[in-house]
């Protein structure tokens, strides 16, 4: 069985940046694809980032460029790091993860097992 809790939310001044952390509890940590979704108010759930197993990323759009995801396989341990911050970057952020070999944030349906979510608000 797989669980995740993500932390590190709270409320950021635009311009800022934060660190997210997510805490895998399981087995196979280093197996498996790891990714950071957010989903602002009224808005559709999105892909943030993904780390494959290997340690390669890839990143969305509406982030890329400042922001950092990496893993610490020790420490079952996914980060996000984001700097830059404006208010479109409100939202309640999610870890994920499946054991699928592709690792894609815009395949969201992969994504078996999802963590509670931390909340990020950016004021201007």
């Known amino acids: 069985q797989v669980s995740l809790m993500a932390s590190g939310g709270g ?10 952390s997510c805490t895998y509890y399981g087995d196979y940590y280093s197996d498996y694809c790891m990714g ?3 989903q602002a108010p009224g808005k559709a759930r999105e892909g943030v980032a993904t780390a ?3 340690g390669g990323t890839s990143y969305g759009d509406s982030v890329k460029g400042r922001t950092t995801i ?4 020790a420490k079952n341990t996914l980060y996000l790091e984001m700097n830059s911050l404006s208010p479109e970057d409100t939202a309640m952020y999610y870890c994920a993860t499946h054991a699928a070999r592709r690792c894609n944030w815009s395949i969201m349906s992969d994504f ?3 963590g509670q979510g931390t909340q990020v608000t950016v004021s201007s």
Do not use: E, P, V
């Open 11 to 20: 409320s950021f001044q635009a311009g800022g940046s934060l660190r997210l």
């Open 36 to 38: 950071w979704f957010r």
């Open 52 to 54: 494959k197993k290997d």
């Open 70 to 73: 990496s893993r610490d396989n």
């Open 112 to 114: 078996t097992y999802w």
